[in-house]
């Protein structure tokens, strides 16, 4: 699910931010910044690619082709964060941060890569632009909070923009998945029939649905948890420039 999603690895991991807590040693925070840092310039790269060939083409049909390669990359770059929640290093919930990531991993590698058909659908630009607006803003406000020097314009942007770009890419992630129900339902992608030799058997298709089903529970509590948490970072500031 997308997160601000989006897809809130995001949430988990700016609410550990703005606690007291004491943070990772030196050498963890060098890594961290250069992680983030090469983050940042990843989807960056991803942006300026979706740009150039919208240009290029005077279309923003297909435009995921142009820029396939460096979203699988720096997308599952992203499973990092889950190590960094593991050990320690990153004061985030595993389980949350781990949901986060592996299910925009799972859209990019189990969806979009494996199902082609869905690869032109216009659904997967909506994803993928929200995700890379996300991502940049994102990477960029890890790595000033890490350097103690955050920007309140990169501040106010990570707890203000996910309010259209998580349902924007929720939306997308949600018409891409069913894009591909067709596809899956005849070609029989990844399912496993009986008989056979585990007695054990599985309908992709049926989990795609199954997917689909569990972003209506889902979505609204994230999506209001971050609006709350707006209101906590942003709130006392916007509070105090109303009395000036």
């Avoid at 989807?43 to 979706?50: D, F, N, Y």
């Avoid at 499973?79 to 299910?103: N, R, Y």
């Avoid at 942007?157 to 339902?185: C, D, H, K, N, S």
């Avoid at 997917?211 to 709130?235: A, D, N």
């Amino acid at each position: 699910m997308s997160a601000a999603a989006p897809g809130t690895s995001k949430a988990a991991h700016s609410d550990a931010g703005q606690k007291k807590k004491k943070g990772p040693g030196a050498l963890a925070t060098a890594y961290l910044v250069i992680y983030n840092v090469v983050m940042t310039a990843g989807w960056l790269v991803i942006a300026v690619g979706l740009v150039r060939a919208y240009l290029a083409r005077g279309s923003y049909h297909g435009l995921y082709y142009s820029i396939e390669k460096p979203l699988k990359f720096f997308q599952t770059g992203a499973v990092l964060e889950i190590l960094h929640c593991a050990v320690g290093i990153v004061p985030s919930s595993v389980v949350l941060t781990g949901f986060q990531v592996m299910s925009r991993v799972f859209l990019t590698w189990a969806v979009t890569h494996s199902v082609r058909e869905v690869q032109s659908e216009d659904s997967v630009l909506l994803f993928v632009t929200a995700w890379t607006i996300t991502e940049i803003i994102r990477y960029s406000f890890y790595t000033f909070s890490l350097l103690n020097h955050l920007p309140y314009l990169i501040k106010w942007a990570r707890y203000t923009f996910f309010i259209v770009l998580y349902p924007m890419g929720v939306t997308g992630e949600l018409l891409t998945i069913y894009a591909a129900l067709p596809y899956v339902q005849k070609t029989g992608l990844y399912s496993v029939t009986l008989p056979n030799k585990y007695n054990f058997s599985f309908d992709y298709y049926t989990f795609l649905i199954l997917t689909m089903i569990s972003y209506i529970p889902l979505f609204p509590q994230l999506y209001f948890h971050m609006i709350r948490q707006r209101k906590k970072v942003l709130g006392h500031v916007e509070d105090y420039s109303k009395v000036e």
